[in-house]
């Protein structure tokens, strides 16, 4: 019985199927000659045929088909030290043509890790690292004393991460040259903080490219490295935390370095003034002069024979903790001039930088002070950028002596009408109550702190000038000489306010001659928490400090959570009776008689009544 007719074509999903597994057929069947090529010490030529099938495919599963078996059959000709060094010219023509193959292959890699497929960027990823290892250890074992690490190589995959070049498969569609979140992470997480090799030669490397490229021919660039590095929260501080390699042949323990006596240092060091005074300027690419230890020179004086650590070779180096904080340093030296905070898109890079700077950065550096430049030009610009500075200029005033000119004077110009409004406004307070809590600060500086913040106050939400009453309690208790300023009853003019609110300077306000009345005026406030709040100022001071960290996290949402979960000891009025001669609705202030005014102080004001809840 024939079957139904059909308007439409028949469907070609068979055919594709067939041309699919064709593709398929043809990449195993040419593995499997090549497999047999290298172990037998056959031609290689189907090599080239493979590479031109992975380069020309365009369906992501035979693309990943492709891959793994070009990745398979280079294990193979790796292992078999057929791209090691040595050799006469015809073996050195066929290792050429060899590395030109894998240069394709690592290049098409490359690429995909700006494919739009998931599944092909993470398997880009782990391929290049693999080969990483098997060159690496190819490497080594034609230098058993002295291990490699494959530095051209690796260099590529430095140069891939951080420029992301568009992907070579067809059909693939171009991307943004940022570097994917779930490559990020793979990477992050399998490789930069697990291994310290990895991490010790992308550090070094992000620099170098940092250097050497210009910010136009690259845009992206500082911001992919600022991606890896902010994430990096296991940076080695003791020697014994370097014991995690990715290739396992640098693991194994170095020489130790040569010591060098008192008078070959010395005349080390005088080679050393020598050269650099014929070069007439230092090596860009030299990590080494990051180190703690400055170079002697003849007014220094040594402690005893010891090793000359920019004398240390690779190996050394790898497994010295003071390398790795050169190599650290160097990478956020070469990026933060990169982060302007005068550029829009630059800023947001710059505030998380900030973020990190004072936590996952300072610690690790060989000298801090080396970005107090940046920190300090931060500052000075002020606004949310200048607040997220504020965590690392302390770190270097209060550890590493800085001395910041007029920094009172810098930090009560932060206090503006958006202070009070910013996300960070918590890190602010939390600073600034640190940087007020001295007993030997000017009691008018103080006061100018407490009375700007005061008049801020007037226009802050709730949440702030919750977190304002304690902080200004805490500064009149801890100094007893601002006191004046809640208590003050001898103004005889009302209206004039002596604290002038145009100086910038907190010493010449003339703020300790004023008063708090802005916080007075918080007793009428229309949220209850505030207005109970600010009463602690008409009390006596005998309760301690309050711990402003409670304070601090308050929100809109916060608040309203604890309003709609007070209980209410007195339940509002619904309704009320009339005919009991009040007047429900009085007149106003300015239009009331002698004898309305009167009747109101008599019987009081109902409607103001009705919203009295506690």
């Known amino acids: ?148 690490f494959h530095l051209s190589h690796f260099r590529k995959i430095v140069n891939f991460l951080l420029l992301c070049p568009p992907s070579l498969r067809r059909n693939s569609e171009a991307k943004n040259a940022t570097i994917d979140p779930d490559v990020l992470h793979q990477f992050h997480e399998t490789w930069f903080s697990v291994h310290d090799d990895v991490r010790w030669f992308f550090l070094r490397d992000s620099a170098t490219l940092l250097n050497s490229t210009l910010p136009k021919a690259a845009p992206n660039l500082p911001h992919n490295l600022l991606a890896i590095l902010e994430r990096l929260n296991t940076f080695p501080t003791d020697k014994g935390e370097l014991n995690s390699w990715w290739v396992s042949e640098i693991g194994t323990k170095p020489p130790k370095p040569k010591r060098t006596s008192k008078k070959e240092a010395m005349a080390e060091s005088s080679e050393d003034e020598d050269e650099e005074a014929n070069d007439g300027k230092e090596d860009d690419d030299d990590w080494r002069k990051f180190f703690d230890e400055e170079p002697l020179t003849k007014e220094t004086k040594t402690q005893g024979p010891g090793a000359r650590l920019h004398k240390l070779t690779i190996h050394q180096s790898l497994h010295a903790l003071a390398s790795h904080r050169a190599v650290f340093t160097r990478a956020w030296l070469a990026l933060l001039p990169r982060l302007s905070v005068v550029d829009g898109n630059e800023k947001a890079l710059a505030m998380r930088a900030l973020n990190v700077m004072h936590r996952g950065v300072m610690p690790h550096l060989t000298r801090p002070v080396l970005v107090m430049d940046w920190v300090g030009a931060s500052v000075d610009y002020g606004g949310a950028v200048g607040l997220l500075a504020l965590n690392a200029l302390f770190v270097l005033m209060n550890e590493y002596n800085l001395d910041y000119p007029s920094f009172y004077t810098r930090l009560y110009a932060f206090l503006d009408r958006d202070v009070l409004h910013l996300k960070h406004r918590a890190r602010f307070f939390r600073m600034t109550e640190l940087f007020l809590s001295s007993t030997h600060l000017p009691a008018n500086l103080l006061a100018s702190f407490v009375k700007r913040l005061s ?93 402003l960290e409670d304070f601090l996290d308050h929100t809109y949402g916060t608040l309203f959570d604890t309003e709609a979960n007070r209980k209410i000891k007195k339940e509002p009025a619904l309704a009320i009776e009339t005919g009991q001669g009040k007047n429900p609705f009085p007149v106003d202030v300015g239009d009331k008689t002698e004898a309305e005014e009167a009747v109101v102080r008599d019987e009081g004001d109902i409607v103001n009544e009705l919203w009295v809840f506690a």
């Open 455 to 547: 008049r801020l106050s007037l226009a802050a939400p709730p949440a702030a000038i919750v977190m304002l009453v304690p902080f200004t309690y805490n500064i009149l208790k801890r100094h007893p000489a601002l006191m004046g300023m809640i208590h003050r009853t001898d103004s005889e003019d009302l209206s004039h306010d002596p604290f002038n609110s145009d100086e910038v300077d907190p010493l010449h306000t003339q703020a300790h001659l004023s008063s708090l009345w802005e916080l007075v005026s918080h007793r009428s406030h229309y949220h209850a928490s505030v207005a109970t709040l600010v009463k602690i100022f008409s009390e006596a001071f005998t309760k301690p400090s309050y711990a």
């Open 1 to 148: 019985m024939p079957g139904p007719l059909r308007s439409l074509p028949p469907p070609n999903k068979k055919r594709k199927v067939q041309e699919d597994s064709k593709t398929i057929a043809l990449i195993q069947r040419l593995e499997a000659e090549l497999t047999h090529a290298v172990s037998t010490n056959s031609s290689l030529n189907p090599l080239a045929d493979l590479l031109d099938l992975a380069l020309a495919t365009e369906n992501a599963s035979e693309a990943s088909k492709a891959i793994y078996a070009l990745y398979r059959v280079f294990v193979l000709i790796i292992s078999a030290d057929k791209m090691g060094l040595g050799g006469d010219e015809a073996v050195k023509v066929v290792k050429t043509w060899l590395w030109d193959r894998l240069n394709v292959y690592v290049d098409f890699l490359g690429g995909l890790l700006k494919d739009q497929e998931k599944t092909l960027r993470t398997s880009a990823l782990q391929i290049l690292f693999s080969l990483q290892k098997h060159l690496s250890t190819s490497y080594s074992k034609s230098t058993p004393s002295q291990p490699q």
